[in-house]
């Protein structure tokens, strides 16, 4: 029986066309406030890129959306299918700590940041600080080879302080829009990698217009949409009469 190789997937099919979704974000976005629609406090972050697109244009996005594969590297439809009609935001500090640690791992760490500090002084002579760094990098890197055993070790990126942005949105689960539920999903970063390269990645927020601008309630809780039949509303006090014609 012939064997077919499996073609790997190439860099565009693993990667989403963002000029694409660029073109249609610039066209359909829109901007949310606040105080003015049921959305928390808005990330400030130059690394996180996200765009709010009302509902009706969900369709134009089908093609970005692999259901029976694996999601795209760079774009997040992070509500596809569930329209937001409340949305908030927060983040996390992410981070790892690994202690059990190769000592050739920690030797070529050590080895690399010598090398860094030896290409400084290339360009302009390294200052007191630099030059006492050096010294010490190049002393421990000597005395940790002769005797790993006396270290201990651990890896952290705990002070690079990554905070790993998430959205929770609610929105309707039943088509006559009377119950409610709620998911909470992170979302993509901008990366950088060598040299500065910056890999883009954008994040796709869709909104229900109808209800993203006023307070919904709780699950089953409908008494605000029964009293919006009722065409005649006499206040005094602060008690209303509701009234309509049979």
């Not at 000029?19 to 249609?24: A, P």
């Not at 940041?113 to 760094?133: A, G, I, N, V």
């Not at 790993?164 to 609610?170: A, I």
């Amino acid at each position: 029986m012939e064997v077919t190789e499996k073609k790997q997937p190439t860099q565009r099919q693993k990667n989403a066309d963002l000029g694409v979704v660029r073109q249609l974000v610039k066209a359909q976005s829109i901007q949310l406030e606040p105080l003015t629609n049921q959305v928390s406090a808005l990330p400030n972050d130059p690394e996180l890129e996200y765009y709010f697109v009302p509902m009706e244009f969900m369709k134009d996005y089908k093609p970005f959306f692999p259901a029976d594969k694996a999601p795209y590297k760079n774009l997040k439809l992070v509500n596809f299918n569930k329209p937001a009609i409340s949305l908030s935001f927060f983040s996390k500090h992410k981070y790892t700590v690994k202690r059990d640690n190769d000592p050739e791992a920690i030797l070529l760490h050590l080895k690399n940041h010598r090398e860094e500090l030896f290409e400084c002084s290339l360009f302009k002579p390294l200052d007191s600080e630099q030059e006492k760094q050096l010294r010490q990098i190049d002393e421990l890197f000597r005395n940790y080879r002769a005797n790993p055993d006396s270290y201990q070790t651990c890896f952290s990126n705990y002070y690079h302080y990554y905070r790993y942005w998430y959205c929770s949105y609610r929105y309707f689960e039943d088509s006559a829009n009377t119950k409610a539920d709620s998911e909470s999903v992170h979302l993509l970063k901008h990366t950088e990698r060598i040299k500065g390269q910056v890999h883009e990645r954008l994040n796709i927020i869709f909104i229900d217009m109808n209800y993203i601008t006023q307070p919904i309630p709780y699950d089953n809780k409908l008494v605000d949409r029964e009293l919006e039949t009722y065409p005649i509303q006499i206040k005094q006090g602060t008690t209303t009469l509701f009234i309509k014609k049979m």
